[in-house]
C-alpha cells in the first residue's frame, strides 16, 4: 500500500523560511514526485516537481524561492522568502501530471 508521509507545514512571518518533507513507503520503484497547492476557494495547482533522474520543474510563482531535493523516496521542499499569498495546504504527490498518490496535506500559513 503505498503511503505519503507529510511534516513540516507551520506558521511564518513573510520573508520567513520553511522545509516541508514527504517520505513515500510501500513502492518498488523511483518514480516523479512534487508538491502542490491548495489555497481556501482556489484550484489545486503545481508548486514543483522532480523527476527520478533529478530534473526539476517550478511555476513562475516559486521559481528562485522554493527548490525541491529528493533523496530515493523522500522529497523535500525548501521554500524561502515565503510570501502571504503562498498560505496554503501543500500536498506531496506520486507519479507524473499528477500522478494517483497524494499525501494527507500539510497546512501553511505565511503571515505577520
Known amino acids: 500500500q503505498v503511503q505519503l508521509v507529510e511534516s513540516g507545514g507551520g506558521l511564518v512571518q513573510p520573508g520567513g523560511s520553511l522545509r516541508l518533507t514527504c517520505a513515500a513507503s510501500?513502492?518498488?520503484?523511483?518514480?516523479?514526485m512534487g508538491w502542490y497547492r491548495q489555497a481556501p476557494g482556489k484550484q489545486r495547482e503545481l508548486v514543483a516537481t522532480i523527476t527520478e533522474y533529478g530534473h526539476t520543474n517550478y511555476p513562475d510563482s516559486v521559481k528562485g524561492r522554493f527548490t525541491i531535493s529528493r533523496a530515493k523516496n523522500t522529497v523535500y521542499l525548501q521554500m524561502n522568502s515565503l510570501k502571504p499569498e503562498d498560505t496554503a495546504v501543500y500536498y506531496c504527490n506520486l507519479g507524473s501530471g499528477p500522478g494517483p498518490y497524494w499525501g494527507q496535506g500539510t497546512q501553511v500559513t505565511v503571515s505577520s
Open positions: 510501500g513502492i518498488l520503484s523511483i518514480y516523479t
